[in-house]
């Protein structure tokens, strides 16, 4: 078979490809006797056989011949692999190019460290069984699957010198996050950002089942791919000799398609979209494993995908094939007499910071600059007294960030991400610093698009919440808005990402990273033009289960509050930050420093609202902006109905201030909560998402026994705003009402007041049926002192 | 322009549709002067106005144009919508077919009618904007976008006579959802499924932005669907004219092709995949609104996405424009004196049942058929004593399903979905009842797959779940088996599905349907070949915030309760049931007969485990198999650490119970709540999920304070199955260790118990690190009787 190889070099790289190989199973199998200097026994077995093999082998083998890539045009490179239980193949590879070692010299280049090397893997207090955040050059876990590709074009925007392949699994293909992701092509520019080489791995099955990809006709196949927008190569077979000859001559061209692409951007100017090339590698499943066991097929079907033996402990015959196996790859020529790698064989690596698994932007922390920042203070919105000014909180918002967009376009490292939703949330102002990207077709008619904007708008949250991923774990920042209640589209991607800070902050060679922002905004007390669907608070309680020392949940009240809390967001590291705020005109209740005080402590009362600094005879308590307002109009409410009651506001802007500080470090300690929520007085909480969150919270409180959470109680409709509150039992009316009930002082005023309630319920039910608006009293109500 | 349709018809389709938009930009605009019997005011027009215009003309044009194939041929067709914010298009056919006054006859087929469907669209206790399901002939609310496709294959399944028509919006088609279900007609079988006809409704924008597909070269537009699998048909145009005739013409073929597969695979027996035909229809978004308003253009952009003109209260030239607008229509030619749609155009429409408003299959639970089940009892595994026999739970599970798919394959009613997981979730036995299904290629070394196979598997969760819906909504039974982790991608998916249950509740002609059926597996606790990314029991929380008349979650803790929860969940309705349950070979606590006791009352002591009857000096409680597994072990463990202590075990199944019967109706009330966990004794709670729920449940509860739960606090990675326990302070030694902190009568023990507590962790973590495996002590626990 003729090719780009020398016979001297399709021999190294071949050796170097059974090694890999050789090094995986053994991570799979072996605790002992890594070089197989003797028989192998049950000894040298683990006792458990955690791991999958089924796909390694084509990890590794694409792994080796990008290694020449790299080596041929001193290429900067990245690896993803989209199944991240192919683990073993990448941990063997950093170790033979030494960037494994690097990272922990314990695991040394001997027969020492291999034997530690193995044993560590998928053992207790060793290393995980996926690409996780502790193998080198790992920037997607890959245990769940389907986000691969969305990782590798996040790392690829921005960063023109960087080539991204990526493995996508052929079950992964089927996911919806990876068939959407396909299309992230139109939104690459190929001058200014960087490759992503797409290597679609038809291995034919996926755990139990053959993929669809690998059993449609090759016709459909293409067509998908160039439907896609791609121009797929195809690679097919399974004899080593073959194929290695004809993958270097694959890559050498899919290499070079790349930098002729590169160059009529970059020199000719040419911007019109090209079709990237890709890969399309069929091989075994299992390649290279035994080919029948017990009389059934297993390399290349699905029975290769873990453990192709699993009888080893208790079958001999399933040891000696282990044993057969092991040695097929011809250890002893792979490794000298201390279990080094052959110093010709580890020669044919990249070198330095060329290794993939020493590639920078797979430690993005590394690269991280902070964000040039414009005072946040200059936006803030003035006004005569609390309440009287009313402005849409985001719309605000969208001058600051378009500000924050102008202050970084030199570094290019902040990029805005919305599902179709940016204008729609008000933040259309960024649109003046920079356009939304769209490297597809124009028409006149279009607006604000631009094949170099960093907004980035698509209609998926996965491929905003993917895209944001990858380009945090590169090093740069970002932020995404969405409406609420579709937040729970990224539910499990955010758990991933939640994980992965956690795990990569518990490694010491990790940098930290910029925090991810969510602003959601279009949220369940404001749907308008949409209804129920539309109605879901619960992207906090989702976000609240994650560790303490990686979440952080904020309500800003009012503009002014949402500016500073952003403004903090920005400059954090390591956290998933989420921002709940309204789009809809809405009073501003804190000046300019009242508020970033407010939010610096992320709680308080607000005495200008209640009676003064006083014992309370109750708590008026909020966290929203629509809790907020509808908290200062009961106050105002319980003025004419219970004129005499000592009230108290106070108001939460930062959610984990009601935990006790042994759980979160935001956290109040119980002596600042008592003081703030008293120990024996009822408080009539306020909240925008579901209310059973805030007992959770504060159930160690002292004084949770009286408190009493109005909040979403998952009733809605298309239906006015105000009614919206009364459906839940959290407008301003029985909010009054539920104060009047549970302060002694005022006990007497509950009959009158249960009457004026029925009287005005009524009023309102009459009224926006009528009128399908809120009454007047309603949407004229203004904030007044006392 | 010649055509198919005759002069006359053409005139009466144009009428048809146009009576259609008439009636949808009615519903956005006016509460009254319906029939524009005099000039327009502002008094006509509704204050707020809300709903989305622009999908809805292309939505009508397709409607009455099913319509004429439904009549030609007396089709079976059912309407999906992608972009169900076109409702008031839907709202509009279902009104001039009379299926609309049929379901709600106060809405009636005269002026005052007219004037009352106008004024009820999105207004308060009106009707909501979204084709939710108070519309007649929906099953698709579309609010959040991406799930058409999915619902259409779902309700075509096992509906061999029935056609499904899917508009998948532009916008809808980038979503991950949409991608992925193109795929979908690889499991569709053209002689025992129906068939779904896909209209990608290419009006060229979303929100704010043009859309992907409208933007790429027509070559790859068309070996995108190709590739995908269908034979596209392209029909672009904005001359209405011109384009009923092409319409009409297109739909001929499709219907013919459509019937022409389905008589090769049920007559010829030619089981080969056929290429379903589908239509790309190219039209303006908003076509026949105002072209330009205010010098912009407004039809066919993004512009006419909701409200094409919205100045309409304070700007006379766009009040002029909305009058001009609706007299376009000429709604004077369409509506007789009285207001009523004239008899020679309302008789194009289909009659009775096959009017798509009256389709039964949209009112699924119409034509539900009960199951038929095994006697779940049946597979009950026996033992001598409790915890002496170990089985996989859900492989028992398994043998029932089996059974339960047989006993209803003639009827064609249940189905089951995992994402490629079954197997892995050991219900393989289910195969040998049914096959896998898969109507893509086959290969030699395939196992349990068939081309009619009832048992669904595809690697996307939201492919399992789209269908499970459609089919579901359409009055069958499913079950989803998922691994626990992951089934969070769908948490979106879920909510909507729950939304939907809930609100179709409310409406009395609305038939109820089969319960959504969860089995989670692979659980948290139990990830031997994976880590943490597999490891989030938080789909509890995020099914407990929404109606507690809607969800339910049972945790067996074994095989036979298991049984007995599944038998339950299958008989339930309108319910979304969650079940969790661990797959690895587990001890079986009850016998048969306790079994189903305990389930029935969902919570209970287990007496045999404890000190009997008495009050205790401690409770020890328990929900989940692996929790239940450690308080037994605890319990023997506080044998030896402190022999003279109390124990009640109890163990809860279904975990509302802990609940308030006031807030969910499995709640226990308080005296009995009281009765099993004491007023003042402390509660040690081992439970499988995060801890807090278990507070959020219990926390109006007496003994609310005394409640120590332990459960996963995020702490994880590829470890022995006991690590995992230690690991987040949920093991036996914990557990044992707090009952004697918290217990006064043997505080004297604490010493001694901490001090052999870190004896036994030390000598388990340096175990655990040596072995790779659990200490034997641990591996080879068995429960005993005292
Ligand atoms: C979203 C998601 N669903 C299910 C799984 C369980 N799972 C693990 S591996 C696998 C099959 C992967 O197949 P493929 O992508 O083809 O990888 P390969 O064949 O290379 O192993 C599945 C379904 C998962 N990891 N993620
Ligand atoms: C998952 C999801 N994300 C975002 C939205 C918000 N949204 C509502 S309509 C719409 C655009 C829909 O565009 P398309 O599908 O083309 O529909 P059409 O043009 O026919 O209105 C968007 C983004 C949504 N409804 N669902
Ligand atoms: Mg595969
Ligand atoms: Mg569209």
Redesign the pocket.
Known sequence: MSGPLSTQELEKIDAYWRAANYLSVGQIYLKNNPLLERPLTLEDLKPRLLGHFGTTPGLNFIYVHLNRIIRLHQANMMYLIGPGHGAPGIIANTFLEGSYTETYPNIERNADGLKRLFRQFSWPYGVPSHDAPEVPGSISEGGELGYSLLHAYGAAFDNPGLIVACVVGDGEAETGPLAASWHSNKFLNPATDGAVLPILHLNGYKIANPTLLARIDPDELEALFRGYGYNPYFLEGDDPQTMHQQMAAVLDTLYAEIRAIQHKAREQKDASRPRWPMLILKTPKGWTCPRTVDGKPVEGTWRAHQVPLSKVHSNPEHLRLLEEWLRSYRPQELFDANGTFREELADIAPKGRLRMGANIHANGGKLLVPLVLPNFRDYAVPFETPGSVEVSATQVLGGYLRDVMRKNLGTKNFRMFA???NASNRLQAVYEASGKRWNARYEDVDESLSTEGRVMEV?S?HLCQGWLEGYLLTGRHGFFSC?EA?IH?IDSMFNQHAKWIKSAKELPWRADIASLNYLLSSHVWRQDHNGFSHQDPGFIDHVANKKADTVRIYLPPDANTLLSVTDHCLRTKNYVNLIIAGKQAAPVWLDRESAVRHCAAGIGTWDWAGHGEGEPDVVMACAGDVPTLETLAAVTVLREWAPELKVRVVNVVDLFTLEPVEDHPHGLNHEDFNRLFTEDKPVIFAFHGYPAIVHKLTYKRANHGNLHVHGYKEEGTTTTPFDMTVLNDMDRYTLALDAIRQAPAVRHRLDAAEQRYSEVSQRHKLYVSEHGEDMPEVKGWKWTAR
């Open positions: 599902p179709d939703e209609l949250e409406y579709f589209l």
